[in-house]
């Protein structure tokens, strides 16, 4: 299958600090890639639908001026958490897809302190 | 809108045994139907997907799947458990490969010795 990777896997950052992830498609050109929050031992909810070219579309509830989003080529996503607080500690997952499968990066431990 | 549900947060099957993980979904268009297996602290590994080909779906790690649409669902089995299965599974639906996914609340299976 096709493969994603995330870096960092794993990041500590004090609060008002801004952390960037990215997820990249390695063996496969992605116009969409998606974004992913999961907290400890709940499921995955998408934040936003990455867009390669043009602005993301966030799930209800998501702020996009914190959580930045951006798709500038067909291989690389990037989400910014912008002034991180201690509550935007979670597990953050991307992935991206053909036409019949999504496949999912190792995913980047947030913690902030 | 869809929804996928997983009956049963936590499963506990023995060595050998078999093992039966539910999922029901709600679609209003004909599903893409998955199931997800994550290990602790990584990302997610597709196990199997359903895109409206054979309904009996078999994939990695000797897991199958059997799309019942009567039923609206989409079990998982695997006849005889080893200690690796024991993870946390998802079942998750879309309308397409390259669209988002919505995901059920997850199934920890734990495999007794």
């Known amino acids: 299958g096709a493969v994603v990777s995330q870096h960092p896997s794993r990041v500590i950052c004090k609060s008002g600090t801004s952390v960037k992830i990215e997820c990249r498609s390695l063996?496969?050109?992605?116009?969409?890639m998606f974004w992913y929050r999961q907290f400890p031992k709940q499921s995955l909810m998408l934040m936003a639908t990455?867009?390669?070219?043009?602005?993301?579309?966030?799930e209800q509830g998501v702020e996009k001026d914190k959580f930045l989003i951006n798709h500038a080529s067909l291989t690389l996503s990037t989400l910014t958490v912008t002034s991180a607080h201690p509550e935007d500690s979670s597990f953050y997952i991307c992935?991206?897809?053909?036409?019949?499968?999504?496949?999912f990066g190792p995913g980047t431990r947030l913690l902030v302190l | 809108a869809q929804s996928v549900t997983q009956l049963g947060s936590h499963v506990s099957v023995s060595e050998g045994a078999l093992v039966l993980l539910r999922c029901n979904y709600s679609?209003?268009?004909?599903?893409?139907l998955f199931w997800y297996v994550q290990y602790p602290n990584q990302g997610l590994q597709l196990l199997l997907k359903?895109?409206?080909?054979?309904?009996l779906v078999k994939g990695i790690n000797g897991f199958e799947a059997e799309f019942k649409k009567s039923e609206t669902s989409f079990h998982l089995t695997k006849p005889s458990a080893h200690m690796s299965d024991a993870a946390e599974y998802f079942c998750?639906?879309?309308?397409?490969?390259?669209?988002?996914?919505?995901f059920g609340t997850g199934t920890r299976l734990t495999i007794i010795p």
């Open positions: 063996d496969f050109q992605a116009t969409t």
């Open positions: 679609s209003s268009v004909p599903p893409y």
């Open positions: 992935s991206g897809g053909d036409v019949e499968t999504q496949y």
């Open positions: 990455s867009n390669e070219g043009s602005k993301a579309t966030y």
């Open positions: 359903y895109t409206s080909a054979a309904t």
């Open positions: 998750a639906v879309s309308e397409g490969g390259n669209e988002k996914l919505t």
